[in-house]
């Protein structure tokens, strides 16, 4: 059977890649401003190396950080990394119908850079109906990129430090929140979606004091709720 | 790097390796109920709504500005504007920070 009609595994690669531009600029100034600041909390250089090339979750390594610099105890940093990151599994079954089919050798690769960011661009071109059967190198495309983006400024803070201009106050944090927004409106086709994104949105807003991204994971929850029992009222 | 941190970074690659991984490790012996496959769809929408939303709206994560002034929700409204009448990803979003940019150049 022959795929050539359909995108090359690279040309996928690529795009994935290329969507994740926008993001790749918004998480720079997290990645220079973790380096900087694993220092002074008390983690060393090659230890805030480590953590970006191998935990790979912004969230929780900056938790971490303050964490360390707080004296928290190794137990007490594991079980809040465990409640920041509970949204993966979210993320996890979602894309799961997708990646099910694929050998371990893809898919323990592609858990390990999920974040976010690439959950973000990636459902998105997994809901296109054209079938090509390489989406899993789009995703590998995204993970590649935002992975190599992530260390590449950890280390840049770690190097440059202070040094380095004010990156934090040039806005690159937009860049992500615009990316999410040009990917949830065009979705918000009907009234399920609406109100899961208002249900989401208050939740959010209402539990951002919350700790542990606690209130994030709830109004995930709430939206989803919301959404699915509309949808089933509307469906009678 | 001494012991200590790296017991404390084996343990955190380890915690979120697995909930990252949980779901994929069972591939095809899994499958939803058509009840959570539905509620799965609007995991998304949810999720990045939930992110989003109060970035836009508490721009230093303290305060509120829903006010002209704010450029995080002018170019957030931007973005949406566009996508919403062109559905165009990266057209949105360049317009959207363009928007951003030069708002905060011109009010800044």
């Keep these: 059977m022959s795929h050539d009609h359909f995108p090359h595994p690279w040309t996928e690669a690529w795009s994935g890649a290329r969507d994740s531009l926008p993001m790749l600029l918004g998480a720079a100034p997290f990645g220079v401003i973790f380096g900087t600041l694993a220092g002074p909390s008390g983690l060393s250089a090659a230890g805030a190396l480590a953590m970006s090339l191998c935990v790979f979750a912004g969230s929780s390594q900056f938790i971490a950080l303050t964490l360390l610099a707080g004296g928290s105890g190794l137990a007490v940093i594991l079980l809040t990394t465990f409640v920041v990151n509970l949204r993966h599994a979210l993320y996890s079954a979602t894309l799961l119908p997708h990646v099910a089919g694929l050998r371990q050798r893809w898919r323990v690769p592609l858990a390990f850079w999920l974040t976010d960011e690439t959950f973000a661009v990636v459902q998105l071109r997994y809901g296109e109906a054209d079938g090509s059967p390489h989406k899993h190198w789009y995703y590998l495309g995204s993970c590649l990129a935002m992975y190599g983006n992530w260390v590449m400024w950890t280390v840049a803070g770690i190097l440059l430090g202070h040094s380095l201009p004010r990156l934090e106050h040039l806005g690159l944090e937009f860049a992500m929140a615009a990316t999410f927004t040009g990917i949830v409106v065009p979705m918000l086709r009907n009234r399920p979606m609406l109100a899961a994104a208002l249900a989401a949105a208050a939740v959010a807003l209402a539990g951002r004091g919350l700790p542990y991204k606690l209130g994030l994971m709830l109004a995930a929850l709430a939206g989803v709720a919301v959404g699915t029992v509309l949808e089933s009222l509307e469906a009678k | ?108």
């Excluded at chain 2, 509120?64 to 002018?74: C, E, I, M, T």
């Excluded at chain 2, 951003?100 to 009010?107: M, N, Q, T």
Aim: proline fraction near 5%; hydrophobic fraction near 60%.
């Design chain 2, 1 to 108: 790097m001494n012991r200590h941190e790296i017991i404390l970074i084996a343990g955190m690659t380890a915690v979120t390796f697995l909930v990252r991984y949980a779901f994929f490790a069972l591939g095809e012996r899994l499958t939803f109920p058509p009840v959570v496959q539905r509620a799965l769809r609007y995991v998304p929408v949810a999720v990045l709504t939930a992110i989003v939303v109060p970035m836009v709206l508490l721009p230093d994560g303290a305060h509120w500005q829903l006010s002209w002034r704010n450029a995080w929700l002018v170019g957030a409204a931007a973005t949406g504007l566009i996508a919403w009448r062109w559905n165009h990803l990266l057209g949105s979003i360049g317009g959207g920070m363009a928007v951003f940019f030069l708002y905060r150049w011109i009010a800044g």
